[in-house]
């Protein structure tokens, strides 16, 4: 007797808490395989396994509270909940991991703690249409830049990677920003991890005309901070936008605080860059 056929044979109630203790992927799977599955892997004693714990809590802070009144299945819900969903007034996404059903969370540029963001001067604040959020942030024109994120350890999966990710774009005014690499960091506790990396591209053309207007300050600067170090580029997210690795942390099962931060400060003005957000989701290797 093959392993199919062994678990046909058994009770609705027993394949439904095989099936619980699997994955989203796998209770997909399985549906595909008899008519007999169905059923029972569509069944909300199944994907209710796969909700967080926490998901009520979740959608009492989701700002679209009129499509909840559609979503009659467990199943359904997690649908609804593997898609960016805004929270706490539109300043924060959440979403699962379609597979693992691991918790996503990006935090706003609203969210974030931005130096001088409130000077008109220095940021300004507009809507995009390509951001899932009401408010973007750009830089206009600083010589210190400074980006800061927090989130607490308990609202995500617990004893997973996660990975910390600046989300941007950078404008076809920008300039200054590859000037130099910028200093990015996670903190959990008394656990710091740094690295560093630039927030656009090197392009080669628009390094010679800020090498002609800068001098040799530029290229010194770059040299000095790249011996014996490997710098971050951007990359294109699925999205459209670009991200940076911040860094990565454990989330454990405490309730400490993980500060996010890039910041760049060695008075090389620059402008141009576009914030959407940090993102924090779990790492894949």
Request: a neutral charge.
């Amino acid at each position: 007797m093959n392993s199919t056929t062994s678990i046909l044979s058994l009770p609705e109630d027993c394949v439904s808490a095989i099936l619980s203790r699997t994955s989203p992927q796998d209770a997909c799977r399985f549906s595909m395989v008899s008519k007999t599955f169905v059923s029972v892997a569509n069944s909300d004693l199944v994907w209710n396994n796969f909700l967080p714990s926490d998901y009520d809590n979740i959608l009492s802070r989701a700002v679209n509270q009129f499509t909840l009144k559609f979503i009659s299945s467990c199943k359904q819900l997690y649908r609804f909940l593997s898609r960016p969903v805004l929270l706490d007034g539109g300043n924060k996404s959440f979403k699962l991991e379609k597979c693992s059903a691991k918790k996503c969370y990006m935090l706003s540029a609203a969210e974030l703690s931005l130096a001088w963001s409130i000077d008109p001067m220095f940021w300004t604040w507009k809507p995009i249409r390509e951001s899932r959020f009401s408010m973007v942030a750009e830089v206009r024109t600083v010589n210190w830049l400074e980006i800061e994120g927090k989130i607490r350890a308990n609202i995500l999966t617990p004893n997973t990677s996660y990975g910390a990710y600046l989300v941007m774009k950078v404008s076809h005014r920008a300039y200054g920003l590859d000037s130099a690499p910028s200093q990015v960091s996670v903190t959990k506790g008394k656990i710091v991890k740094r690295g560093k990396a630039y927030l656009c591209d090197k392009d080669e053309n628009k390094c010679n005309m800020e090498t002609l207007f800068y001098g040799n300050r530029r290229n010194r600067m770059v040299q000095e901070q790249e011996v014996g170090e490997k710098v971050q580029v951007p990359s294109t997210r699925e999205d459209g936008w670009m991200e940076i690795e911040i860094g990565e942390f454990l989330s454990g099962e405490g309730d400490e605080e993980i500060q996010m931060s890039v910041a760049e400060v060695g008075h090389q003005l620059k402008g141009g860059l576009v914030v959407e957000g940090i993102e924090v989701r779990p790492k894949h290797t």
